[in-house]
């Protein structure tokens, strides 16, 4: 005898640590195939297959992966073995986001860390390191500014 266990949407939020909200989007948006209706209530009911798609979900979207490449992902990975090659592709891509960002991360905190240099070079008094140490940060900020677009501008020269 096969027997399924129902969620309400409060214990799969509580499960995969996505907000209701965020199920409810995900589902209207297609990364969550439709979800079955309670026939009294009309109330989602999550089936223990639906909480470990949420599960992937909330990891994929932990990694900052796209919408677009979520639903991409979900969609593929009913296909098995045929669609391993666009899952591969789809993880990889993702990584190399992952990778950038924590290089920027890097160069950031690269920053605060001459700028911290930096004024303890003002608080002692050495204005020779300071102005040394100053032109390292306004070198690390060019570097930085690659990473942003040119609707951001205004927040580059916000950092120094």
Known sequence: MNT????SIGEASLYCG????TLRYYEDVG??????????SGHRAYSDDDLQALLIISCLSATGMPLAKM?????NRKRGREGAPTEIDLLRDQKRRLT?????????????????????????G?????????ARAEQKVKELSHWHDSENTDSKTAIN
């Open 18 to 21: 996505l907000p209701e909200s």
């Open 4 to 7: 399924q266990t129902w969620h």
């Open 126 to 134: 050495d204005d020779a390191k300071a102005t040394s140490l100053g």
């Open 31 to 40: 990364i969550i195939a439709p979800i079955a209706r309670d026939p009294e």
């Open 100 to 124: 950038e960002e924590r290089r920027f991360l890097m160069a950031r905190e690269e920053y605060v860390n001459l700028k911290i240099q930096y004024w303890q070079a003002v608080s002692d």
């Open 71 to 75: 639903k991409e992902y979900m969609a």
